[in-house]
């Protein structure tokens, strides 16, 4: 069974008790608790992300993989969203720009 999703407006323990009523079936209850718990956290990491170009986490994975063949997957992802969320923070505190001319 799929993880649920969050409804517009419903709370967080509201979501957490319809979510692992939905898994109980497939999950022991302290599974399906971490899952629906994880499942929030994402989310919220999703919102809070700032928006990075599709084409610079790309070439971040692609260069990641010439350093390693085995930095794939997931935990390439992070690594790449973190340089380039700590990159892009530098660039606003320090009112670095791009010259794009």
């Given at each position: 069974m799929p993880i649920p999703n969050r409804k517009p407006g419903e709370q967080k323990d509201a979501y957490i008790g319809r979510c692992i009523a939905n898994l109980s079936d497939e999950y022991p209850k302290d599974q399906a608790s971490a899952i629906c718990y994880n499942q929030i956290k994402k989310v919220n990491m999703a919102e809070e992300a700032p928006a990075i170009p599709q084409e610079e986490i790309d070439y971040c994975l692609a260069m990641l993989k010439g350093q390693n063949p085995s930095y794939v997957g997931p935990g390439a992802l992070k690594i790449c969203i973190a340089?380039?969320?700590?990159?892009?923070?530098?660039?606003?505190?320090y009112g670095i720009t791009e010259n794009k001319g």
């Open positions: 340089r380039l969320t700590a990159k892009k923070a530098n660039q606003e505190y």
